[in-house]
């Protein structure tokens, strides 16, 4: 057979999908809308295999390459995260963290590995607070102050020892091809360095890594090679993750955090050495007749996603129809209503009582629906009170969420699944680069006050060794029979959430295939009056008719990025017999990749 990674579109797409329509439940195919400008128009991407979704081309190539060497889907997560560090290296790397959802199709089983950063153990809950009151956010990213111990390498070196079938070392030869050879700098890349803070260009080491002489980003298209990068790839490569977390590059590390002239940090050279990686019981729950499991605390994302969800089953939104004044409404007043629980309660479990089973509750959730009138928005959301939410006081204080992160989803030829938001929190992180790499700024995801004005702690407050509160919301969705049904994720900060359940909703209410659900225009609400809508998108005309409800509408750009595989397939293979076993490979999956940025879908 030949190894062609291939996009099947058009007449063969069309071709192929007549083998199944008779068997498959086939989502509808209306015609997408007119895509704003600046989007890159996406068709959808059938494979009869396996299928790799992510965010840059060269690390979707990686993954399929991967893939069609026998690798697992983890083995495909590791060589597309390592291609990703190079390419995009504002969003993710081995100096960040992630989350990673799996299923194994031999056993059904779900399982959650949890690679988030960890606070210093010397830190506590005035790492961001001066005497005047809470610091401010730039101020306290750029530099060490703001960097936690990456877990990334931890988690991948776990799933790999859990689910890998290649050799941990093969699975680095691409990205250290890349470092070594180069690779042009995107048009998403270009645009991050034009808007990045002075300090990445005047820094003695990212400034003539990313910038011309004059000041100016280097042009796209330039051949960027990083030969440190490449040394570090294969320190890890033949030493496993503690080449990391120990020895020179662990040095190194905490001698740029904590030599900042400006901002030191308070990382140790034991707390990288103390790290570990988690694997945490998924939290899951019911929508439509599906399933969906995520990666539960410190991940508040999937956890909200299912409160959400939850409070409009209730809701004709099949009827309301894909992005109208009615479905909007109902969707973001369920949005206030989840994210001032999250906002209330959700932290790192290991730390604080999170009433997760209560904020889970069906009963409560039927309540709290009730608030959600369908002529006037509530505005400032009442926070809840779950079922066992009150063994202990806790609240919520000053939280800064920027948009930056990554997502990959992947399918092997076996069935298993990688659902996987991989981060180093802001754009360019902590801005600071070490042996070819950024580090994260991902302890600003804390609270910035550690008590709220009554003095009550706050949940997601800075604690030694404590992981901040997150809302990465890696899903894999199931069928009634518990058989895979859709892998979705992206990037986007405290949006994420929004993210991730309009693609659902899309999906299961209103019939649509995985590429139109992303291609959907982004809207959304949080704990204020105000709802978000896409700039440039559809729901942008629904400003007037959402004011006459009581929203405070903004026209922001609203830029997500997911990546999304759903099954298209015929479930028994086996009924494949005589004529028909001759016939081509019938499409198993179709992939979706965001028309807002650059990633892309392939497999066989």
């Excluded at 932290?347 to 608030?371: C, E, M, T």
Aim: net charge neutral; proline share 7%.
């Amino acid at each position: 057979m030949p190894s062609i990674r291939n996009r099947i579109a058009g007449t063969a797409a069309l071709a192929l999908f007549a083998l199944t329509a008779s068997t498959s439940a086939v989502r509808a195919q209306t015609p997408p809308p007119e895509l704003p400008s600046g989007w890159v128009d996406k068709a959808i991407v059938h494979t009869a295999l396996d299928m790799v979704a992510a965010a840059n081309p060269l690390a979707v190539k990686a993954g399929a390459d991967t893939l069609a060497a026998g690798g697992s889907a983890v083995d495909a997560a590791i060589a597309v995260q390592m291609v990703l560090n190079l390419v995009e290296p504002q969003s993710s790397g081995i100096g960040g963290g992630a989350f990673m959802v799996t299923f194994d199709a031999r056993t059904g089983k779900v399982e959650t590995y949890d690679g988030r950063e960890t606070a210093p153990m010397a830190a506590d809950g005035n790492l961001f607070m001066t005497p005047s009151g809470p610091m401010g956010f730039t101020a306290a990213v750029i530099g060490g102050r703001s960097v936690g111990t990456p877990g990334a390498l931890r988690l991948l070196e776990l799933a790999h020892q859990d689910k890998g079938k290649l050799p941990w070392a093969r699975l680095f030869e691409p990205a250290i091809a890349l470092c070594e050879q180069g690779f042009a700098l995107s048009p998403r890349l270009f645009a991050a360095l034009s808007g990045a803070n002075a300090a990445l260009r005047n820094d003695p080491v990212t400034g003539p890594y990313f910038y011309q002489a004059d000041g100016a980003p280097k042009p796209v298209g330039t051949i960027i090679r990083n030969p440190e990068l490449a040394a570090t790839f294969r320190a890890i490569a033949a030493g496993g993750a503690d080449a990391f977390y120990s020895g020179a590059i662990a040095n190194d590390i905490v001698a740029k955090v904590r030599s900042h002239p400006t901002n030191p940090g308070l990382l140790a050279a034991g707390d990288l050495a103390a790290y570990k990686a988690k694997k945490r019981e998924p939290v899951c729950g019911p929508y439509r007749g599906r399933t969906i499991c995520g990666m539960s605390m410190p991940s508040s994302g999937p956890a909200t996603v299912l409160m959400t969800l939850a409070m409009l089953e209730g809701f004709d939104l099949k009827a309301m129809g894909p992005n109208t004044a009615d479905s909007v409404h109902a969707i973001t007043e369920a949005y206030r209503l989840a994210y001032a629980d999250r906002g209330q309660y959700m932290a790192d479990a290991d730390f604080v009582s999170v009433p997760l089973a209560g904020l889970l509750d069906r009963n409560y959730l039927a309540q709290r629906a009730k608030l959600i009138s369908m002529s006037q928005s509530m505005g400032v959301p009442p926070v809840g009170e779950p079922p066992g939410c009150c063994a202990a006081v806790v609240g919520e204080g000053v939280h800064h969420e920027p948009a930056g992160t990554s997502h990959l989803s992947i399918v092997d030829r076996d069935g298993n699944a990688v659902s996987m938001t991989t981060t180093i929190e802001s754009a360019f992180g902590s801005y600071q680069m070490v042996r070819g790499f950024l580090l994260n700024n991902q302890l600003t995801d804390f609270s910035f006050t550690p008590t709220t004005a009554t003095g009550a702690p706050v949940a997601n407050r800075v604690e030694p060794g404590k992981r901040p509160r997150s809302s990465m919301a890696p899903v894999l969705v199931f069928d009634g029979r518990m058989r895979l049904d859709a892998i979705v994720g992206s990037p986007g900060g405290s949006a994420i959430i929004q993210y991730v359940t309009k693609t659902l909703i899309g999906l299961y209410d209103w019939n649509l295939d995985i590429q139109q659900a992303i291609d959907l225009g982004n809207f959304g609400a949080q704990t204020t009056a105000t709802t978000q809508l896409e700039k440039g998108s559809s729901v942008r005309d629904l400003g007037p008719a959402l004011a006459a409800r009581g929203h405070t509408v903004s026209l922001v750009d609203i830029n997500s990025g997911l990546h999304g595989i759903v099954f298209v397939g015929v479930r028994d293979e086996c009924s494949r017999t005589g004529a028909a076993a001759v016939l081509p490979p019938r499409p198993r999956w179709s992939g979706g990749a965001d028309p807002r940025r650059e990633g892309t879908v392939a497999g066989f």
